[in-house]
């Protein structure tokens, strides 16, 4: 995934970290808002509701970014996450929200190890078998909320990113679901993030 950077490591203010989960938490809310508020006024056909579908929309907007810019003050409040925040958005495909999203729902991450990070966050393959039996690998337990934040970045790791783009088709042509072969890459992504945290590292490409 690419040669690093050397930072020195600090940590983060757990106060700090239980504040922007709250916050999460509410924003998270006001994405579900939104998303059924640009449902509703797609179908809306009174005059009067697409008004105040239109000015609910404005309203969760504007609340989105203050959520944002309230989360960013935060961390920039706080050295350690500060640090932990420039080495998370070093890795490509994660976004100042995705790291943002890490930082509170994973605080853990940076003092786990590879195998410990992935199924922390639910992305340790589990087999079923059954005395002769064995069947097919799945994922269980761990955060949801986790997965949730690595699905997009998962997504463009694998449209932008050789490596993780040759894993993906190599699971694909194998057999294995698409779901499968892209859990596969958050699961990269995931101990990426922690190696990284762990010893303090920003992610830089490999020079060609």
């Known amino acids: 995934m690419g040669a690093t950077l050397q930072l020195?490591?600090?940590v983060a203010q757990p106060e700090i970290v239980a504040d922007?989960?709250?916050l999460l938490v509410f924003r998270r809310g006001l994405i579900k808002d939104r998303t059924a508020a640009r449902t509703r006024l797609k179908m809306a056909r009174q005059?009067?509701?697409r008004r105040f579908l239109t000015q609910r929309l404005a309203q969760v907007e504007r609340q989105i970014a203050r959520i944002d810019a309230t989360m960013q003050a935060l961390i920039a409040s706080d050295t350690g996450l500060m640090e932990r925040l420039s080495i998370l958005v070093s890795i490509p495909?994660?976004?100042?929200v995705s790291a943002t999203a890490l930082l509170a729902d994973m605080p853990e991450l940076g003092s786990l190890s590879g195998k410990e990070a992935?199924?922390?966050a639910g992305l340790a393959p589990i087999s079923r078998q059954s005395g002769q039996?064995?069947?097919?690998?799945h994922i269980q337990g761990g955060r949801q909320s986790v997965r949730q934040v690595l699905f997009m970045p998962a997504l463009s790791d694998i449209q932008h990113n050789s490596s993780s783009k040759a894993k993906f088709q190599d699971l694909?042509?194998?057999g294995k679901p698409r779901k499968v072969a892209q859990t596969a890459v958050m699961r990269k992504l995931i101990v990426l993030a922690n190696a990284l945290l762990r010893d303090g590292?920003?992610?830089v490409p490999e020079p060609t």
């Open 8 to 10: 020195e490591p600090t």
């Open 20 to 22: 922007l989960r709250d």
């Open 47 to 49: 005059v009067v509701l």
């Open 93 to 96: 495909g994660i976004s100042l």
């Open 118 to 120: 992935a199924a922390l």
């Open 133 to 137: 039996w064995r069947g097919q690998e």
């Open 172 to 174: 694909v042509q194998a």
């Open 201 to 203: 590292r920003k992610w």
